[in-house]
């Protein structure tokens, strides 16, 4: 995001969704249940952060604070995509994500959430066994790295450490993307490398039955063909990056609904899956 063109693309986005982000708050998300309600809000808040930020702070700064890094602008290998799946594991949705991928006989990384990967022992155990062997970090509680010190940023990253796949590859993804510099040395040093993503599903912004506001398909890069199709537009990107990480969270109903469609509809499209511990995907990893 160097270029004036694509400022000013951030600007007009930025000015559509602050006249919206109110109203559409309070619409999308009626029917969906309230942990999920206040985790796509804030989503949502950090989005129009992260907007407001590439707006009004040059690109050098940015990127001397570390600022953005989650965003891949490295092409990925050709036509092959690796899923990953953030914010679980859930008590529902990690065991439906794994029956999808068990069916077509492929494989995924999970992100996982410290302290809800303690509670559900059962379910890391699972994703193990399926040979899904890499259950990554995604720090202890998902707070946003931007807003907190050195010292719980540090706190965060280790005390999930112990729960990675000892002797695995250690993989580390910030939550909502937000990078830091002292972040991105301390995972180094324990050996991580940090996981971004090609192709952001913005599955946190399609509601339940399946639809997006056409205001946050503006925000989330969301073609007007695909605001009632959550599964065409994962594919359309997957087309148009030619494959990448696609990063998608287990706690979204319509993410569960819709994986088997999407899984089917990559392989027709001739695109292959792999994981993002694959040597060709390593040129994609910070
Ligand atoms: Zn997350």
Redesign the pocket.
Known sequence: MNSSNSRIRLLRQFILIAASVATVAGQAEQSQSAPVQE?AAA?RQHHLKRLTERLTVEPAVLEGRCRYESDISTPPPLNRVALTF??GPTESGTEEILAVLQKYKIHATF?M?GEKARQHADLVAKVRAAGHDVVAN??WS?PNFHDIDVARQTGEVLRTDSLTTPDGPKLF?Y??GNSTCETNQLVHEHGYKIVGWHIDSCDWAYDKSGAIDAREAISCGVPRQYQNDYVGHVLAAARSRRGGIILM?EIHPNTLKSLDAIVAGLLAGGFEFGMVTDEDFQSSLR
């Open positions: 985790e989503i953030d914010d992100f959430i995604h720090s998902h993804r939550p909502y969270h």
